[in-house]
């Protein structure tokens, strides 16, 4: 259950909501608090965030205490729009002030293996993993695996950073000194080192937190899908409908919704979702990305416990937002509706595709009238525009997403 001692209460538009983060999402659920009546104030190190030009913003780094209690201060209800966010700082908040999230499912989604474990306790499957501390570790578990296989950090990485996929034995140890932290190599597990028996032992059984890697077996897939899940503090559950996912360099592309599997993957997905966030007692949003085999088996990749790329979609395209869910949800207002209005297509804008967007939307679009798309432009305010990050998205409205995904195509911005 939430850490926080304070029990679940209903906070009323006019209550300001403090947000650890003041990224893009923290942004995006500014603007749609904000229309119900919320305020908010974020804390972010970086000066003019995102958030911070649509809110009051704490310009401090997110381990400094003193601002995570001026945070407190300032704000009726915590929350946090990434998950990379110091826990120490969410758990000490949590005993200080209101965090209905509390710190504890932060902390499980913060180490991969603490996660596995957490989705597994709630009777959902995952791809077979094993955890590596050595390289003795890793040849041990890609031999009872098998090959292709992922081998990952616990902690940190993103849009596939710390991370390496494994197909032949003698990729292991390159990738293996690549991936683990300095001090990983107990003696003994490189080749011409010897250990002492004790040492040995204790490489060879690592308790999770020692286990800086894990080894995934890759699962042959059909595609990706993610399913966004919101849980209030007062127990009211709903899932918004199953987003396609696709990627190019490990960054999310596009979300393509409904998503392009049978209609009755679509609900197990969603059950899934369900049935995690409410046996995580998780408050808020949960993202549940799972990959769709051949057969339709539904195995969860990752969690993140809060409003997700992959439901960015629902801004224009559902008659709530994730946005306004996560708001409504930590706030403990009734959940709103997650039907879907229309289908749509979300494709994501980075760096090197931010000038020809904006370009096209003050110019009419030949293309969009064609096909029957209507585009929606949503740009994230960053002071510094870079090749893969990602600078904004649009919402592509559409009768069929065919026709949406024509328009991307066709429109040629994403071809560099």
Same mark, same amino acid.
């Given at each position: 259950?939430?850490?926080?001692?304070?029990?679940?209460?209903?906070?009323?538009?006019?209550?300001?909501?403090?947000?650890?983060?003041?990224?893009?999402?923290?942004?995006?659920?500014?603007?749609?608090?904000?229309?119900?009546?919320?305020? /908010?104030?974020? !804390?972010? +190190?970086?000066?003019?965030? #995102?958030? @911070?030009? *649509?809110?009051?913003?704490?310009?401090? $780094?997110?381990?400094?205490?003193?601002?995570?209690?001026?945070?407190?201060?300032?704000?009726?209800?915590?929350?946090?729009?990434?998950?990379?966010?110091?826990?120490?700082?969410?758990?000490?908040?949590?005993?200080?002030?209101?965090?209905?999230?509390?710190?504890?499912?932060?902390?499980?989604?913060?180490?991969?293996?603490?996660?596995?474990?957490?989705?597994?306790?709630?009777?959902?499957?995952?791809?077979?993993?094993?955890?590596?501390?050595?390289?003795?570790?890793?040849?041990?578990?890609?031999?009872?695996?098998?090959?292709?296989?992922?081998?990952?950090?616990?902690?940190?990485?993103?849009?596939?950073?710390?991370?390496?996929?494994?197909?032949?034995?003698?990729?292991?140890?390159?990738? /293996?000194?690549? !991936?683990? +932290?300095?001090?990983?190599? #107990?003696? @003994?597990? *490189?080749?011409?080192?010897?250990?002492? $028996?004790?040492?040995?032992?204790?490489?060879?059984?690592?308790?999770?937190?020692?286990?800086?890697?894990?080894?995934?077996?890759?699962?042959?897939?059909?595609?990706?899908?993610?399913?966004?899940?919101?849980?209030?503090?007062?127990?009211?559950?709903?899932?918004?409908?199953?987003?396609?996912?696709?990627?190019?360099?490990?960054?999310?592309?596009?979300?393509?919704?409904?998503?392009?599997?049978?209609?009755?993957?679509?609900?197990?997905?969603?059950?899934?979702?369900?049935?995690?966030?409410?046996?995580?007692?998780?408050?808020?949003?949960?993202?549940?990305?799972?990959?769709?085999?051949?057969?339709?088996?539904?195995?969860?990749?990752?969690?993140?416990?809060?409003?997700?790329?992959?439901?960015?979609?629902?801004?224009?395209?559902?008659?709530?937002?994730?946005?306004?869910?996560?708001?409504?949800?930590?706030?403990?207002?009734?959940?709103?509706?997650?039907?879907?209005?229309?289908?749509?297509?979300?494709?994501?804008?980075?760096?090197?595709?931010?000038?020809?967007?904006?370009?096209?939307?003050?110019?009419?679009?030949?293309?969009?009238?064609?096909?029957?798309?209507?585009?929606?432009?949503?740009?994230?305010?960053?002071?510094?525009?870079?090749?893969?990050?990602?600078?904004?998205?649009?919402?592509?409205?559409?009768?069929?997403?065919?026709?949406?995904?024509?328009?991307?195509?066709?429109?040629?911005?994403?071809?560099?």
């Amino acid at each position: 259950m939430p850490d926080c001692k304070t029990q679940p209460r209903m906070l009323r538009p006019g209550a300001t909501v403090g947000v650890l983060g003041g990224g893009q999402l923290g942004r995006m659920m500014a603007l749609a608090g904000s229309a119900m009546g919320y305020r /908010f104030v974020a !804390l972010d +190190p970086a000066p003019d965030a #995102p958030c @911070g030009q *649509v809110s009051p913003q704490i310009v401090a $780094a997110y381990d400094d205490i003193n601002a995570a209690r001026e945070l407190a201060r300032r704000a009726d209800v915590i929350t946090y729009e990434f998950e990379n966010v110091d826990a120490g700082v969410a758990a000490l908040l949590a005993e200080e002030s209101y965090v209905p999230q509390g710190s504890a499912l932060l902390y499980t989604t913060q180490h991969r293996l603490r996660e596995k474990a957490a989705i597994e306790a709630a009777g959902v499957p995952v791809a077979p993993y094993r955890k590596v501390a050595s390289l003795a570790d890793l040849t041990a578990a890609a031999a009872e695996l098998g090959l292709p296989a992922v081998l990952k950090t616990v902690t940190g990485g993103y849009d596939g950073k710390g991370q390496a996929v494994l197909r032949r034995e003698d990729e292991l140890e390159e990738a /293996f000194r690549r !991936l683990a +932290p300095e001090g990983a190599f #107990p003696a @003994g597990t *490189v080749p011409g080192e010897t250990a002492p $028996a004790a040492e040995t032992a204790s490489a060879q059984a690592p308790a999770v937190e020692d286990a800086p890697l894990v080894l995934e077996k890759f699962v042959p897939f059909r595609c990706e899908i993610s399913v966004i899940a919101a849980r209030s503090s007062r127990g009211e559950v709903k899932s918004f409908p199953a987003a396609e996912n696709i990627h190019v360099d490990n960054i999310l592309h596009l979300s393509i919704v409904p998503a392009r599997v049978p209609e009755e993957i679509r609900q197990r997905a969603c059950e899934l979702a369900e049935q995690l966030i409410a046996g995580l007692n998780a408050v808020g949003l949960l993202a549940v990305e799972m990959f769709v085999t051949e057969d339709g088996e539904l195995f969860v990749n990752e969690l993140a416990p809060r409003p997700h790329n992959s439901g960015h979609y629902t801004m224009d395209a559902c008659a709530t937002s994730q946005f306004e869910q996560h708001v409504r949800a930590v706030c403990n207002l009734p959940l709103g509706s997650t039907d879907l209005l229309t289908p749509a297509v979300m494709v994501n804008v980075l760096g090197q595709h931010l000038e020809g967007a904006v370009g096209r939307f003050c110019e009419d679009d030949e293309e969009a009238n064609r096909l029957g798309v209507i585009p929606k432009l949503h740009i994230y305010g960053k002071t510094e525009s870079k090749t893969g990050r990602k600078m904004g998205h649009i919402n592509l409205l559409c009768k069929d997403t065919a026709d949406a995904l024509a328009w991307v195509e066709q429109t040629n911005l994403w071809r560099n």
